[in-house]
């Protein structure tokens, strides 16, 4: 069975510092790989997913990702955060079923 | 605009009491889900249905059962809510085609208090 696991719960940093959300996963098939981001109190949308291809993915509010295949990590990255990128961020995993999996999630805060 | 709806934000119910939370989607998704989200513990999955009547149980549908007569609407159905039952509860959709690779759309979120 497929499994999530991400590193960090939360993440304190200061505005327009760099920022790494590290995601971890196991299954001993090909995954499809997703991010999402849950604002406070909404529901979760996509940040970017990775299917195939290139193993760098960019996203929406200037996040991207690299797939590593070999240390099974997909993690998240943004150069410069800003104030409104406080949020919840999900890693997600699918196998060969519409279902994913999620990890536990990574509270980022970020401190003007 | 892609939109999945969840009828109430916010419920408040005694327990014992039978608890209805509705979802509807106007992208004509042939799937649905209903997810838990409790702090530390992430998302859960309770149920999933892929078409209309159809349902599949997910990692904790215990306590929970689950109506989809539409396509476009998915409700979670609590039969004896319970203090533990407390919690956010995301509904999501997505399409069958392209199966794993689907991105699912989720709602904004009904959090139910238990008393």
């Known amino acids: 069975a497929q499994s999530v696991t991400q590193l960090d719960s939360q993440v304190p940093v200061f505005e327009e510092a760099p920022v790494e959300l590290r995601c971890n996963y196991s299954?001993?098939?090909?995954?499809?790989l997703f991010w999402y981001v849950q604002y406070p109190n909404q529901g979760l949308q996509l940040l970017l997913k990775?299917?195939?291809?290139?193993?760098l993915v960019k996203g929406i509010n200037g996040f991207e990702a690299e797939f590593n295949k070999s240390q099974t990590s997909f993690h998240l990255r943004k150069p410069s955060v800003h104030i409104s990128d406080t949020a919840e961020y999900f890693c997600?995993?699918?196998?060969?079923?519409?279902?994913?999996?999620f990890g536990k999630g990574t509270k980022l805060t970020v401190n003007p | 605009d892609v939109k999945v709806t969840q009828s109430s934000r916010y419920l408040v119910k005694r327990t014992g009491e039978k608890v209805f939370l509705e979802c509807v989607q106007d992208?004509?998704?042939?799937?649905m889900f209903w997810y838990r989200q409790d702090p530390g513990l992430g998302l859960r999955l309770i149920y999933f249905?892929?078409?209309?009547?159809?349902?599949e149980k997910g990692d904790i549908p215990e306590g929970y059962s689950v109506s989809r007569e539409k396509k476009e609407r998915f409700s979670l159905i609590l039969e004896s809510a319970s203090t533990n039952q407390t919690s956010m509860y995301l509904c999501?959709?997505?399409?069958?085609?392209?199966?794993?690779?689907?991105?699912?759309?989720f709602g904004a979120g009904t959090r139910l208090s238990v008393l």
């Open positions: 249905s892929y078409d209309v009547k159809m349902k």
């Open positions: 990775y299917l195939s291809g290139s193993t």
């Open positions: 992208m004509d998704h042939e799937n």
């Open positions: 997600a995993v699918s196998v060969r079923s519409e279902k994913l999996v």
């Open positions: 299954s001993s098939v090909s995954v499809y």
């Open positions: 999501a959709s997505s399409h069958t085609s392209g199966g794993a690779k689907n991105i699912q759309y």
